[in-house]
C-alpha cells in the first residue's frame, strides 16, 4: 500500500508548479486541496478552539498566495505548505495566549482523505477580501505582492509616488488581515 504523504505531494506538487507557472485553474486546485490539508491539520490542535479554524485556514492561504514567490522546486510542496501554517498556527496561540506543540507531520493526515465540509461555506477568499478595499489600495497589493512588481514599476503604471504605493500597501494589508481576523 503507499503512503499517503506520497499522495498527496503527488497529486499537489504538479498542480501547484502549474500554478506558478501561471494556469489559473491549476491555481484554483492546488488552493482547494491545500484547504482540505488545512483543515485536517489545525482540526487536529484546535478542538478547544473550533471557532477559529476556518480564519486560520483563510490566513494561511493569503499567506500561501502572498509567499508563493518563495517556494523553492527543490523542496516538497507539503513541507513548504506546512512551514506556512506552523508559524500560523503560532501567530495565533501567542494572540491568544496558549502554548501548544507543532512538531507532528503535516502529511500524516489521514482525515485530509476524507474532508469534513465546514460548517459555513468560506467567505474570505482573497478575491472577496481583496474587493472590499479601496480600489488604490487594492490595486497597489495586487501590482506588488500578486503580480510581483517592484513599487517603482507599481507606481508608474498606477500613476501615483512610489510614497503612495508603499502606504497603499502597508494599509491595505492591515485592513486584510482585519477582514480575515474579523475585526473592524
Known sequence: MSDPRDSVEQRLR???LAAQAGDEAAYRKSLELMSQRLRAYFRRRMSDAPHDL???VQETLLA???QRG???AAVPVTAWLHAIARHKLVDLWRRTG???AVTDSFDDLDEAAHPVAPSAAP???LGVLLERLPLAMRRSIVNTKIEGLSVAEAARLEGVSESSVKVNVH???QRLAKLIRGTP
Open 64 to 66: 500561501v498566495h502572498l
Open 98 to 100: 496558549r502554548k501548544g
Open 70 to 72: 518563495t517556494f523553492d
Open 54 to 56: 476556518e480564519d486560520l
Open 14 to 16: 504538479p498542480l501547484w
Open 123 to 125: 467567505s474570505r477568499d
Open 171 to 173: 494599509r491595505g494589508l
